[in-house]
C-alpha cells in the first residue's frame, strides 16, 4: 500500500520501481490521498499501459496519511501486508527484501515489521531518537524509529487497527498495539535517501518537525488514555 498525495512529479520513478518488482508482488495498492493535482490521471494511464498487478484506490478528500493508509488496508486482499511511501526515500526494493526476512522467520511469537533507517543526517537522528524516547516512557514500551517505513504485518493484525488515527500518528498506533498485543516487533535496515521532488508531508522542515511533535505529543496523550479504559 503506497499513499500517493501530490505525488504527480515523482510518480515516473515510482513506476519504473513497481515493474522492477511486481513479479514479486500479489498486489500494490496506490491511494490517491485526495490529490489537487494529476496524480489519479498518471496513475490510471499507468495501469492502462501496463499489465500489472497494480491497483488505484481513490479518496476523494485529503483527511490524512493515516485515512490513505488505513483505507487501502482494508482494500488489501494479500495474506501479508505492508506499506511505504511514494517519495521513494525508502526504495520499494526494501519493501520486497523486508519480505524475505519476513517469511522466513519461523519463531513461534507473532511479529511485526518495521523498517529502520540508516546513514541519516545528524539533526534528523537526534530529532527521531528523541521523540521515540519521549513515546518509549509514555507507554512503558521500547519503541524506536517509529515513523521508519516499511510496516509489514499479517493480515490478522488488521483486527488491531481499529480506531487508528487518520493522521501521521498511525505509525505510533502501529507500534503500540503490536507490542501491548504481544507481538514481537522486527527491525529490518533500510537506507533513507533524499527526496527527490516536492516537499515532506511529515515535517521535513525544522518547522514541520516541530508541527509534527506537537501534534505527536497530543496524541500520545489521547492514546495512553483510551489504553486505560
Not at 9 to 38: A, M, R
Not at 141 to 156: G, I
Not at 164 to 189: E, R, S, T
Not at 193 to 201: A, E, H
Amino acid at each position: 500500500i503506497i499513499p500517493c498525495y501530490n505525488e504527480e512529479n515523482n510518480l515516473p520513478h515510482l513506476f519504473d520501481k513497481i515493474l522492477k518488482i511486481q513479479v514479486e508482488c500479489y498486489e500494490i495498492i496506490l491511494v490517491d490521498n485526495g490529490s489537487t493535482d494529476d496524480t489519479s490521471k498518471k496513475i490510471e494511464n499507468f495501469i492502462k499501459n501496463y499489465d500489472c498487478s497494480t491497483k488505484l484506490l481513490k479518496i476523494k478528500t485529503n483527511i490524512g496519511y493515516g485515512h490513505g493508509i488505513i483505507s487501502g488496508v482494508k482494500k488489501a486482499s494479500g495474506q501479508i501486508i505492508a506499506w511505504t511511501h511514494a517519495d521513494l526515500q525508502t526504495d520499494l526494493q526494501d519493501v520486497i527484501n523486508a519480505y524475505q526476512l519476513f517469511i522466513s522467520n519461523t519463531q513461534n511469537r507473532s511479529f511485526v515489521l518495521k523498517g529502520k533507517r540508516i546513514r541519516r543526517n545528524l539533526f534528523d537522528s537526534i530529532f527521531t531518537n528523541f521523540m521515540s524516547t519521549i513515546s518509549s516512557v509514555a507507554f512503558n514500551l521500547k519503541l524506536s524509529d517509529v515513523n521508519a517505513q516499511p510496516k509489514m504485518f499479517p493480515r490478522e493484525f488488521c483486527k488491531y487497527l481499529n480506531n487508528a488515527p487518520n493522521d501521521f500518528a498511525l505509525d505510533l498506533f502501529f507500534l503500540v498495539q503490536a507490542l501491548k498485543n504481544d507481538y514481537d516487533v522486527i527491525d529490518f535496515p533500510v537506507t533513507f535517501k533524499d527526496r527527490s521532488y516536492g516537499i515532506s508531508k511529515g515535517g521535513g522542515s525544522i518547522l514541520g518537525k516541530l508541527k509534527l511533535s506537537l501534534r505527536t505529543l497530543s496524541y500520545i496523550y489521547k492514546l495512553r488514555y483510551s489504553l486505560k479504559k
